[in-house]
């Protein structure tokens, strides 16, 4: 690419052009925003060392560890065969008796269709369950990916760390921001630990909620571009004069008046 503005070319203006800088980017986008809960003062964490990340890597993975066990067993346990339904009765487990076999066949069919309609409407609750749960924490993802925080990941260990399963998952299904939520939350480690400790999961929710609405957004905006642009050259008469001013302290020997001017010039963000 050609220089946008070589030293050796001779101005050819003889002022000072400002240049507005361009509509789209005269507003200055977030750079990144504060969360945290109303009355706490809260700050992303500088960039961590390399051994406190290596903890955290290894306090993350058995963690992790432990909630894919934990997994594993509410699977099993939700997967487990129902009671097995009573033998089909045959004509000679009723003793031959025509009468009490139509009997008992009557009461084994009522008995499966009972049972069949029970295991239908729990794998229809499921299913719904499931798909509730699919939309509430991919909506969580978006959110996440949208905040404008360095350190969420850490945020997020602080409180999936603590809070249990089932904590966790009241949370993505009842809080409108999620996200923005659960990074406040990891930021202050005393509303984990207060939340932490309701096993009582009625309360649990009633104690989110509330403090759902203490949580604070602030965005923290980037400075204005300039309107001049840097580096344009200096207009030729400001070129001319300060020729002329060379020329007269080459013949006094006296530098201070032109390298001034000079400094004037470039503080203004012009090349002289």
């Known amino acids: ?36 809960f109303d009355g706490e003062t809260v700050e992303a964490e500088d960039e961590p060392t390399p051994l406190i990340k290596q903890l955290r890597a290894e306090i ?25 339904l009573a033998e089909k009765p045959t004509i000679e487990s009723c ?19 009972q049972r069949d309609a029970e295991a239908k409407k729990a794998a229809d609750a499921e299913t719904a369950r499931q798909a509730e749960w699919t939309a509430k924490y991919t909506g969580y993802e978006e959110q996440k990916a949208a905040l404008k925080v360095r350190d969420f990941d850490e945020a997020e260990d602080a409180v999936r760390n603590v809070l249990s399963r089932e ?21 202050s480690p005393a509303k984990v630990a207060e939340l932490a400790a309701m096993k009582d999961l009625d309360k649990f ?28 050259s200096v207009g030729m008469g400001a070129a001319k004069n300060l020729e002329a001013m060379k020329a007269k302290a080459q013949q006094s020997g006296d530098y201070t008046a032109y390298f ?5 010039i470039e503080a203004a963000g012009q090349k002289a």
């Open 1 to 36: 690419m050609l220089d946008e503005n070589p030293e050796d070319v001779e101005p050819i203006v003889d002022e000072i052009v400002e240049v507005e800088a361009p509509a789209d980017v005269v507003e200055a986008e977030a750079e990144e925003v504060i969360i945290g």
């Open 60 to 84: 993350k993975a058995k963690a992790k560890r432990a909630r894919e066990l934990e997994a594993k067993v509410a699977e099993y346990e939700a997967t487990k065969a129902p009671a097995p």
């Open 95 to 113: 003793g031959f008796d025509d009468g009490a076999y139509e009997k008992a066949l009557e009461t084994w069919f009522e008995g499966k269709a």
């Open 167 to 187: 904590q966790q998952a009241i949370i993505v299904r009842n809080i409108e921001k999620p996200a923005s939520f659960v990074y406040a939350l990891g930021k």
């Open 205 to 232: 929710t009633a104690a989110v909620v509330r403090l759902e609405g203490k949580v604070t957004v602030t965005e923290r905006k980037a400075p204005p571009p300039e309107t001049r642009l840097p580096g344009s």
């Open 260 to 264: 001034a001017e000079k400094r004037k």
